[in-house]
């Protein structure tokens, strides 16, 4: 186990030209109930991912629609990097597993994230 942690803990720190690996900040612009529905609550971020960054496979109790405002490079695990490109939008399911993946090069991704989810649940948790 320990083994393991430190050979994490190392590609992390290589990832992104040797730099450290960053942490993802979250703005909340606003949160609202949904009309007439007091078990939901719709919350509105600027989620901002520097290189290095790693944004953990997650889930959220709820939808998430999104909308990516500056692109820039990413990579999953055994797979190639690949773009997040400016205008790139999408819905993620209640329940549905998504990101797993680290921010590589030098730009930082930038998305509005609007999320329609169950009042008093955590935002997001970790995807089994």
């Not at 609550?41 to 709820?62: C, D, K, W, Y």
């Not at 692109?71 to 819905?91: C, D, F, M, S, Y």
Request: aromatic share 4%; glycine share 12%.
């Amino acid at each position: 186990m320990m083994r393991r942690s430190l050979r994490l803990s190392l590609a992390l720190m290589c990832i992104g030209g040797g730099a450290m690996a960053q942490e993802i900040k979250r703005t909340e612009l606003g949160r609202s109930p949904v009309s007439g529905d007091d078990a939901h609550e719709i919350i509105m971020q600027l989620v901002e991912f520097p290189p290095g960054a790693t944004s953990p496979r997650h889930f959220h109790n709820g939808e998430e629609s999104f909308y990516v405002l500056e692109g820039g490079t990413v990579q999953v695990p055994g797979k190639e990097p690949r773009e997040r490109l400016a205008g790139e939008k999408g819905i993620n399911a209640r329940g549905a597993p998504h990101a797993g993946y680290t921010v590589v090069g030098d730009k930082t991704i930038k998305i509005l994230s609007v999320y329609v989810v169950d009042k008093g649940k955590p935002l997001q948790e970790p995807a089994p």
